[in-house]
């Protein structure tokens, strides 16, 4: 009796993990999910530890960056740009040093289509027989107004530039889920940063990882399951209304509360503080290149659903808001500004310039920014 009743537990058992076996076979196969990889594959091995940055941008790699839109290759320097090596020392060489974030690196695009590439191009044909150099420290300027701040303090001036680009993107530059992902764990007398780190992301083995991972990639075998991850995807799909059955709404989210923070009519204390804070830090990045010697620039750089008036449609929101504010701000302290906006509704003229599901620029929208941008430096360094 016990043999027979160890026989068919036995084959219930055998037959259980041939069923688990063939549909993870299906899963992977047909149905591909997010394994542990998605941790590691969203950003090339590109990265390096910086003492005071949450990271660097590792010398001399080269790799490529490939998702659903776009499969591109990325080259960074000896000296931890994207891009060819530039000469330590410039010569007579006109040298811009170009900071910013993802748009600025040119996420989706190669090396030689990112907007301070293809201002490199159109500025040497402004000038012929000069050496122009357009550093694209995007990335190596990290991702944010008080990376961009303390990357060119301590790094950036150093390269000696004759004019220095600050790329500030809408999207989540000035607010966002995420704009208090920063810790200052060190400041100077002014309240400015003199060490930035990430409470979320941290360098592992050149790669940029989550500080937490989630409990669905913690397992090492179940992590790496197609199935298991297709049930942790059901799971995160049926937990809202799950949640919502248990903990009844107290009340629906009004209109004014889906408009995104930037856009609203009237800015929350969070978004209030987060404004000023990048207020200060664009002041501060002024006064010291003031201080070098160096003209600065801000190039503002719009969000994809403000190319679309109708983004937005029925929420009470107010797309060209953050510009308007900046425009006055930049107006009061005198600092030199390109606000894209307005070039880009124009010549875009219905045309596709960002990735639609990415929603960085593809190409064409840094072909054109990269034009207006070559279009206004020309004037204000009062080049033929």
């Avoid at 029925?314 to 900046?326: F, V």
Wanted: hydrophobic share 45%.
């Amino acid at each position: 009796m016990t043999s027979k009743r160890s026989f068919r537990t036995g084959a219930m058992l055998l037959s259980s993990v041939l069923a688990l076996v063939v549909a993870e076979v299906v899963v992977r196969n047909f149905f591909p999910r997010r394994t542990i990889e998605v941790l590691s594959d969203f950003y090339p091995a590109m990265f390096a530890e910086s003492g005071h940055l949450p990271y660097r941008l590792r010398p001399n790699y080269s790799g490529r960056l490939k998702q659903g839109e776009f499969d591109t290759g990325i080259r960074i320097n000896s000296l931890g740009y994207r891009g060819g090596d530039v000469p330590a020392d410039k010569g007579d060489a006109l040298r811009i040093l170009v900071a910013g974030d993802s748009f600025t690196f040119g996420w989706g695009v190669n090396d030689n289509e990112a907007y301070p590439a293809q201002l490199q191009e159109r500025l040497a044909a402004a000038l012929p027989g000069r050496r122009v150099e357009a550093i694209n420290a995007g990335f190596a300027a990290c991702y944010s107004p008080d990376t961009y701040y303390l990357y060119l303090k301590r790094e950036g001036l150093q390269l000696s530039p004759d004019a220095i680009v600050v790329g500030l993107y809408v999207g989540n530059d000035l607010d966002n889920d995420m704009a208090f992902e920063n810790e200052w764990t060190e400041v100077d007398s002014a309240g400015l940063p003199l060490r930035i780190q990430n409470k979320d992301t941290h360098v592992v083995g050149n790669l940029y990882m989550p500080r937490y991972v989630p409990f669905r990639y913690r397992v090492p075998i179940l992590s790496r399951l197609h199935l298991f991850q297709a049930v942790a995807d059901v799971w995160w799909e049926l937990k809202p209304r799950i949640m919502t059955t248990i903990v009844p709404v107290v009340h629906a989210q009004a209109p004014a509360e889906r408009v995104p923070f930037i856009y609203r009519a009237a800015y929350a204390e969070r978004t209030t503080q987060v404004m000023t804070r990048v207020q200060t830090l664009l002041k501060a990045m002024h006064a010291l290149a003031t201080r070098a010697g160096v003209p600065l620039y801000v190039v503002v750089i719009p969000e994809d659903l403000q190319m679309n008036p109708n983004a937005l449609d029925g929420l009470p929101a107010d797309i060209d808001k953050p510009q308007r504010l900046l425009r006055e701000f930049f107006e009061t302290e005198q600092i030199r500004y390109l606000d894209l906006l307005p070039w880009l509704r124009e010549h875009a003229a219905g045309r596709q310039i960002y990735f639609p599901g990415d929603r960085h620029w593809n190409a064409l929208g840094h072909a054109l920014a990269a034009e207006r941008l070559a279009e206004f430096l020309s004037t204000e360094l009062r080049m033929p």
